[in-house]
Nanobody, 126 residues
């Protein structure tokens, strides 16, 4: 079993930055694709970014491309999401996810992920 715990959310002004972390416990995640999703109030959960097992390949939603960076440290069993130039529309609960079914690729559907964290709130004020 895998447990994922997100941290690093908070309140930030427009244009500011935050770094989210996702710490994993249980089984090693070094061979899993890891992803970040977000859900804003009244909206469906949406894909933000994902990263291959070795960190060499990353994919982003168009809405965050160029502003967000996903990375991972397999030795620490942690995945990160660096968020820069934040906008009010980035306000959401951010979720970390892991899939045991893929080692790489553009894995952007929720149903492809097997494990989820509890989420961390990010609020961007205008």
């Amino acid at each position: 079993q895998v447990q994922l715990v997100e941290s690093g959310g908070g309140l930030v002004q427009t244009g500011g930055s935050l770094r989210l972390s996702c710490a994993a416990s249980g089984r090693t995640l070094s061979s899993y694709v890891m992803g970040w999703f977000r859900q804003a109030p009244g909206k469906e959960r949406e894909f933000v970014a994902c990263i291959s097992w070795n960190g060499y390949s990353t994919y982003y939603a168009d809405s965050v491309e160029g502003r967000f960076t996903i990375s991972r440290d397999n030795a620490k069993k942690t995945v990160y999401l660096q968020m820069n130039s934040l906008k009010p529309e980035d306000t959401a609960i951010y979720y970390c996810a892991a899939t045991a079914r893929y080692r790489l690729g553009y894995i952007h559907h929720q149903y492809d992920y097997d494990y989820w964290g509890q989420g961390t709130q990010v609020t961007v004020s205008s």
